[in-house]
């Protein structure tokens, strides 16, 4: 096993470059509000002009391409910072000010479905293979072998998902609740490191991770990999409770020690801590865009508006970027290809098709990235 990283930096040199701005707590982000990109009035218009240019009723988002919505380079360039920043600085990004008054839940939708054809090649997202997904409470229970949060008002464990990146826009919010936590996955294993280096090397370790029921025939229900994955410029978190203590449930899986049931509630209770754990609450025409390699997320139980249009409802996007970061090779079992520039992440669920093959072969033809054998 390799030497363990040095113990966290302070607070002021934790955000001194790039490479260690991943690695930042609370204060951090309420000192340098640099993350928080507003657009403004030309920026909206441009993106109602591109939307208005492309936008077909009845069409298929999967039969859409990046021409068909041409944004402009000046919000384009916003957006794409935005991206880069969650990916190669601090793992998060909110982009406040999309046009949201007047657009239909659905217009909302192809707005978010548009921007990501700029950005990186879609990935699906669950059993029913679907590569945007409306965030939104259908009554689904979190805590069951095939839940997902995403469908259910609970509160969430920290998570990541299953893309480069997440964007998660916002077309309404809840009346009570629905905040959205996060924290970052490199200050919970700086941290583990300096008080528990012990339990932090436990959670090197691969551990059952449950598909959650949503594989297609034919691939495994489960499968390993760490929680924690050295990197050349840090670590990488894949920490997701609901999934690993579902994966540890099956009986051809290895057993759960009581040393990793000791590392795997420490690392909740410091990624709950108040100076790790940042609280924002998501308004209608924000976008939060956040590394699911070093940013973990979560957001409060909400309860939800009487009336159907009012209801909370976001959209979420996985995408596979042209310049993710390398990965370490422990990470292959879920991401598939571990270098950047190959479309990789996301879950192909049961019904992954030609139509949805096609999108994916075109969409990273667009975007000069390469497709590997096998990826759906
Ligand atoms: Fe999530």
Known sequence: MSAIAPAPTSHAMSAADGRDASAWTVADLERDTGWIRPLDDADRADLMAGLRAGSVPGKPLLEYRREDFPFGARVIGRLRDAVDDAQHGRGVALVKGLPREGLTPAQFELLTWAIGLHLGVARPQDRMSNYINPV?????????????????????????????????????QAPVGGDSLCSSGVTAWRTLVAERPDLARVLEQPVP????????????????????????????????????????????????????????????????????????????????????????????????????????????????????????????????ATEPGVVRGGTPGQHHDDARRAFVARQAETLGMRVAPGTN
């Not at 108040?274 to 956040?290: A, K, N, S």
């Not at 997320?297 to 009012?310: G, I, L, N, P, V």
């Open 209 to 336: 991770h449950s598909r959650q029921g949503e594989q297609p025939e034919g691939i495994d229900p489960w499968f390993l990999m760490p929680i924690f994955a050295r990197t050349a410029a840090d670590v990488c978190c894949t920490w997701n409770r609901n999934r690993i203590t579902n994966g540890f449930r099956f009986d051809d899986a290895p057993a759960c020690s009581e040393l990793q049931l000791e590392a795997m509630a420490l690392l909740d209770e410091i990624l709950r801590r108040p100076q790790v754990m940042f609280r924002m609450r998501l308004e209608p025409g924000d976008v939060q865009i956040l590394s699911d390699f070093t940013t973990l997320h979560s957001r409060t139980a909400f309860e939800d508006h009487a009336d159907e249009a009012s209801k909370r409802t976001l959209y979420r996007l996985w995408l596979s970027t042209p310049n993710g970061i390398p990965l370490p090779a422990g990470l292959a079992p879920f991401w598939g």
């Open 136 to 172: 939104k409470d259908v009554g689904a229970v979190y805590r069951s072998p095939t839940g997902r949060g995403y469908s259910s008002k609970s509160e969430l464990d920290f998570h990541v998902d299953g893309g480069d990146v997440v964007l998660l826009s916002c077309y309404n």
